[in-house]
């Protein structure tokens, strides 16, 4: 993933609710537990991995902040 995707992931967890960390387009520690944290809100396989597929469901969800 670019930078820039990654800037976008981060910002899309933060709308959520969730603490990916600083939106600097860097994956560390806190955002791969948000990135665990949203799949397991949304019942999808928990992997913590920042990728394409996750970025589109990002994109895609409209189910609003994760408690």
């Known amino acids: 993933m670019t930078a ?3 800037r976008e992931l981060q910002t899309c967890l933060k709308a959520f ?3 990916p960390g600083p939106i600097d387009g860097f994956l ?3 955002a791969t537990v948000a990135i665990k944290k949203y799949e397991v809100a949304r019942l999808q ?3 913590g991995t920042a990728d394409q ?3 589109e469901r990002l994109r895609r969800d409209s189910s609003g ?3």
């Open 28 to 30: 560390g520690l806190l």
């Open 65 to 67: 902040p994760i408690r």
């Open 17 to 19: 609710g969730l603490d």
């Open 53 to 55: 597929p996750l970025l």
């Open 45 to 47: 396989p928990v992997t």
């Open 4 to 6: 820039d995707e990654v």
